[in-house]
Antibody
Framework: QLQLQESGPGLVKPSETLSLSCTVS??????????WGWIRQAPGMHLEWIGS???????YYNPSLKSRVSIAVDTSKNQFSLKVSSVTAADTSIYYC??????????WGQGTTVTVSS | QSALTQPASVSGSPGQSVTISCTGT?????????VSWYQHHPGKAPKLVIY???YRPSGSSSRFSGSKSGNTASLTISGLQAEDEADYYC??????????FGTGTKVTVL
């Protein structure tokens, strides 16, 4: 059974870079059938798609976040990662990783809370 | 990109049906047959309940159904049960090769 688990610091200082990883178990990020994505939810707000990556490294990003976001894949570790630069309090969110199967997110991680504060 | 528009809340008694609307534009909901719906209990991972407008994934209750007309998609929950109380989000593929979620709807079982 495919499982995804987010990991990374729970506290990031303003203007710094947020870095998270998503470890895939029970499946492979090298699969040719799926993209792997990141979604977040700020407190009291709706879900927001951040971006996704294919095993080849091909990426797609939310246009509103594209200038600050980078997603990478490490097939040797069966992981993919997210970096958000120049963070502010507005980046405080629960961050989820998910498998994109076609045009849907069919398997999600439990989410990890990241707070931006000095 | 602007979030898709959903009603903030809907409610119904056990056994009743409720319908949640999701309104976008011709660049997202209206332009593609790629609308999905997610059930989200706070503190848990969102769960896919409908994909490609009207298809149910395995493990999703047959009480969930989806449809679309023009720029508006809809999710109907029939035979409402206490366990259906949650937040629901629609999501659409867009012309900018990205996804956009809806504003979310809280379903309350009275």
């Amino acid at each position: 059974q495919l499982q995804l688990q987010e990991s990374g610091p729970g506290l990031v200082k303003p203007s710094e870079t947020l870095s998270l990883s998503c470890t895939v178990s029970g499946g492979s990020v090298s699969s040719t059938s799926y993209y792997w994505g990141w979604i977040r939810q700020a407190p009291g707000m709706h879900l927001e798609w951040i971006g996704s990556i294919y095993h080849s490294g091909s990426t797609y990003y939310n246009p509103s976040l594209k200038s600050r976001v980078s997603i990478a894949v490490d097939t040797s570790k069966n992981q993919f990662s997210l970096k958000v630069s120049s963070v502010t309090a507005a980046d405080t969110s629960i961050y989820y990783c998910a498998r994109e199967n076609g045009h849907r997110m069919d398997v999600w991680g439990q989410g990890t809370t990241v707070t931006v504060s000095s | 990109q602007s979030a898709l528009t959903q009603p903030a809340s809907v409610s119904g008694s056990p056994g009743q049906s409720v319908t949640i609307s999701c309104t976008g534009t011709s660049s997202d909901v209206g332009g593609y047959h790629y609308v999905s719906w997610y059930q989200h209990h706070p503190g848990k991972a969102p769960k896919l309940v409908i994909y490609d407008v009207s298809y149910r994934p395995s493990g999703s209750s047959s009480r969930f159904s989806g449809s679309k007309s023009g720029n508006t998609a809809s999710l109907t929950i029939s035979g409402l049960q206490a366990e259906d109380e949650a937040d629901y989000y629609c999501c659409s593929y867009t012309s900018t090769i990205s996804f956009v979620f809806g504003t979310g709807t809280k379903v309350t079982v009275l």
